[in-house]
Nanobody, 124 residues
Framework: QVQLVESGGGLVQAGGSLRLSCTASGRTFSSYFMGWFRQAPGKEREFVAAISWRGGSTYYADSVKGRFTISRDNAKNTVYLQMHSLKPEDTAVYYC?????????????????WGQGTQVTVSS
């Protein structure tokens, strides 16, 4: 098993930047394919970005492509989500997720482990 803890959320003005972190404990971090999802009030949780085990491959939702960057540091058991040019519509609780497999990496069902989430609020 793996336990995930997100941090780095907060309040930022439109056009600003934030970096989210997700630190894992438990089983070897490099064994996990990692993803970021978000859930806005009244909406379903949606895929944001994912990264392969060694970071060689990354995947993004169209809505964040070119503005967000996912990365990982396996030595620190941490995955990051760097967010630039933030928009009010990026306001959501952001969750990191982990799975041993990359199947369905853009679906909720593709991940067995989830963090508790961190709030990101973008003001206009």
């Amino acid at each position: 098993q793996v336990q995930l803890v997100e941090s780095g959320g907060g309040l930022v003005q439109a056009g600003g930047s934030l970096r989210l972190s997700c630190t894992a404990s438990g089983r070897t971090f490099s064994s996990y394919f990692m993803g970021w999802f978000r859930q806005a009030p009244g909406k379903e949780r949606e895929f944001v970005a994912a990264i392969s085990w060694r970071g060689g491959s990354t995947y993004y939702a169209d809505s964040v492509k070119g503005r967000f960057t996912i990365s990982r540091d396996n030595a620190k058991n941490t995955v990051y989500l760097q967010m630039h040019s933030l928009k009010p519509e990026d306001t959501a609780v952001y969750y990191c997720a982990a799975d041993l497999s990359s199947s369905d990496y853009d679906r909720l069902s593709g991940y067995d482990y989830w963090g508790q989430g961190t709030q990101v609020t973008v003001s206009s």
